[in-house]
């Protein structure tokens, strides 16, 4: 009931492609998923977030497409960059109360040159 | 966003002896956390730091173990106690506003010899 499925593992890609991560859940409390950058040695940072009244949310070249009935979200990266590589968290959680985060288990991104 | 600044940034500290990470938010934050993160591995939530009173842990964590102060809105401290090489891992503070979501500090790499 609280887990967030995340795939792939790591995925290579090369430069100028579409990324793609995929997650599902299962709780259908949740009502608030974010994605988190991370680099090394630095903490996770906010890339994108949506709420499932939406099905998709665009920010520059980060997408998030969200499927409500099929319990699933994707996040979607064009024109992909070197400066793009890193790991990539799904999340979450109930907009509201404990704000408590359950995280998908990452994908390691590398964009070639 | 919201700031967080966590300290110390790495230690490496021998076994049984314990180590106190300090975590410094600004004061957009409301709620604040403690997780763990082994290397490449997802976010494991420790406890909510609660002001002013203990912690809220999460299962298989123990106060005994992983002690947290909050004694005001904007400082949090999280102790690692006689600690083991299996307490190997990457300590983050995170800090949820309702403006920003969550915001996390760099992390504490703590290698325990």
């Known amino acids: 009931q609280q887990q967030v499925k995340q795939s792939p593992q790591s995925l290579i890609v090369q430069k100028g492609g579409i990324s793609i991560i995929n997650c599902a859940y299962e709780n259908t409390a949740f009502d608030y998923f974010p994605w988190y950058q991370q680099f090394p040695g630095k903490g996770p940072a906010l890339l994108i977030a949506i709420r499932p009244d939406v099905s998709e949310k665009k920010e520059g070249r980060f997408t998030i497409s969200f499927n409500k009935s099929a319990k699933q979200f994707s996040l979607h990266i064009m024109d992909s960059q070197p400066g793009d590589s890193a790991t990539y968290f799904c999340?979450?959680?109930?907009?509201?109360?404990?704000?408590?985060?359950?995280f998908g288990t990452g994908t390691r991104l590398k964009v070639l040159a | 966003s919201a700031v967080i600044s966590q300290k110390p940034s790495r230690d490496i500290c021998q076994r049984g002896t314990s180590l106190t990470i300090q975590c410094q938010v600004d004061?957009?934050?409301?709620?604040m956390f403690w997780y763990r993160q082994q290397p490449g591995q997802s976010l494991t939530l420790i406890a909510t730091a609660n002001q002013g009173s203990e912690a809220t842990y999460e299962s298989g964590f123990v106060i005994d173990k992983f002690p947290i102060s909050r004694p005001n809105l904007t400082f949090s401290t999280l102790t690692v106690s006689n600690m083991s090489p299996e307490d190997s891992s990457i300590y983050l503070c995170?800090?949820?506003?309702?403006?920003?979501?969550?915001?996390f500090g760099s992390g504490t790499r703590l290698t325990v010899v």
């Open positions: 004061s957009q934050v409301t709620m």
């Open positions: 999340a979450a959680s109930k907009a509201s109360g404990t704000y408590k985060y359950i």
């Open positions: 995170s800090g949820h506003s309702l403006n920003y979501g969550y915001t």
